[in-house]
């Protein structure tokens, strides 16, 4: 359901708060909202002091309040139930605006109160963020890519925006930006599309670097789909400042890490989402472990899970090399959600993974929230628990600082100072 909008100042009384300027929690703390805008935050007579008459307390017993958290990587149009590209995009645009209305709600009320829309066909990126603006739907806050530039034939071709060298990349960014793009997407290698492979690079160097120049003329950043090797280094070696899944995939379709481009992305600090739920296939993992604890799995699942769970491991392992270069603070965590089977709703998943690989859950709490709002350019208004910020909430039932786990279980969201769930 949706919640009445409260048009009083609220004082918002959680047992912990996590600011997201370090992850770590607090007891004894309240945050006054007033006007979609935090107002005051701090320990709980003070803050309450400073409220005038006619706020309304809000008692959030049991639960850590958090900033919002921001999914990086999101393709809004897609259902995420497990077909393929070609059956997904077989949909009508006006079928898949319906599709990304119902996934921003799955979103909104995970607690994701922040997304980059990460590529759509023809205008239905730009219609969602329209419809969102003008209050027809809900949703969390959007930037939207648009179309991605791609290839002719290559990955995600069938969203209308091909380019082939560099003075057609330059018209596409232009195109792209005319029409409202908040940033730029482009794919610098192949990936799930038939026909594409995922393990080479798509265009040179200076063929993404023309994107990056005629993107920042405009005032706006860019990100790059870089599951190949080659194509990881190029998106460096070009100025690139977000690198999407970062998978150093050779052709043969195997991840052979390269300590030479780790090296490069440290130097260049570009920021880096790995994507990490999507390569190991854990929503699968997650229902199947469900099942076990339950006592309901069969051998056949056994067999399964332990084979997900290894296959895991190499993308995981990888992850865990990237990591021993001073790139932890360049990571956001991004869903891939729509894609495969990977449904919309669980930021969750990439913090618990995040984790396994080496971070503390305060760090991934940080991750999902103060380090993407300053990756996206949002950090002025976003990300962070303090004065001034844009009241967009969550609380979890339990403490994701001292378990992660518990970013599972969302007891209330706010977004602009509104409760919606």
């Known amino acids: 359901m949706m919640y009445p909008h409260i048009e009083h100042p609220q004082l918002l009384l959680p047992d912990a708060l996590i600011d997201g300027i370090d992850g770590s929690s607090m007891s ?48 809004l149009s897609l259902a995420g139930d497990g077909r393929s590209y070609d059956e997904m995009f077989s949909e009508t645009d006006e079928m898949m605006v319906m599709t990304g209305a119902m996934n921003m709600m799955k979103h909104l009320r995970a607690g994701i109160t922040t997304i980059r829309e990460h590529g759509a066909r023809n205008r239905v990126g730009f219609a969602l963020k329209e419809g969102l603006q003008r209050g027809y739907i809900p949703g969390p806050r959007m930037q939207v890519s648009g179309r991605p530039i791609t290839c002719t034939g290559g990955h995600f071709w069938f969203c209308n925006e091909e380019a082939d060298g560099e003075d057609e990349i330059r018209t596409s960014v232009r195109r792209l930006v005319h029409e409202g793009a908040d940033y730029i997407k482009i794919m610098a290698s192949g990936g799930g599309t038939r026909g594409t492979i995922p393990g080479r690079a798509s265009y040179t160097e200076a063929e993404l670097h023309a994107a990056v120049h005629e993107a920042h003329h405009f005032d706006r950043i860019t990100a790059a789909h870089c599951r190949a090797r080659e194509s990881m280094k190029r998106a460096v070696q070009a100025g690139i400042d977000l690198m999407e899944h970062a998978e150093f995939l050779d052709p043969d379709d195997v991840m052979r890490f390269d300590p ?6 440290e130097e260049s600090k570009i920021w880096i989402s790995p994507t990490l739920q999507a390569w190991t296939k854990y929503p699968r993992i997650v229902a199947l ?30 992850m865990r090399k990237l990591l021993e270069y001073d790139l932890k603070a360049r990571v956001l965590p991004g869903t891939d959600s729509g894609v495969g089977m990977l449904e919309f709703g669980h930021l969750d998943y990439d913090l618990e993974l995040l984790v396994e690989v080496g971070f503390t859950p305060p760090d991934a709490i940080v991750s999902a929230t103060r380090i993407s709002a300053e990756a996206i350019g949002m950090g002025d208004t976003l990300g962070t628990i303090e004065t001034g910020k844009v009241a967009d909430l969550v609380a979890f039932r ?20 509104r409760q919606i769930r």
Do not use: F, W
């Not at 339990?398 to 100072?417: E, F, H, K, M, T």
């Open 260 to 265: 030479e481009i780790a090296a490069m992305m």
């Open 289 to 318: 472990r469900n099942e076990r604890d339950m006592g309901s799995l069969s051998h056949e699942g056994e067999v399964e899970l332990e084979g997900l769970e290894k296959r895991a491991q190499t993308r995981l392992d990888v």
């Open 28 to 75: 004894g703390q309240a945050v006054l909202i007033d006007e979609g805008v935090i107002q005051s935050v701090g320990k709980v007579d003070a803050v309450r002091n400073e409220a005038k008459h006619g706020t309304i307390e809000v008692d959030l017993s049991g639960m850590t309040l958090c900033p919002g958290l921001i999914d990086g990587h999101t393709h």
């Open 398 to 417: 339990g403490d994701p600082s001292q378990d992660i786990y518990a970013a599972r279980n969302v007891g209330a969201v706010y977004q602009g100072g």
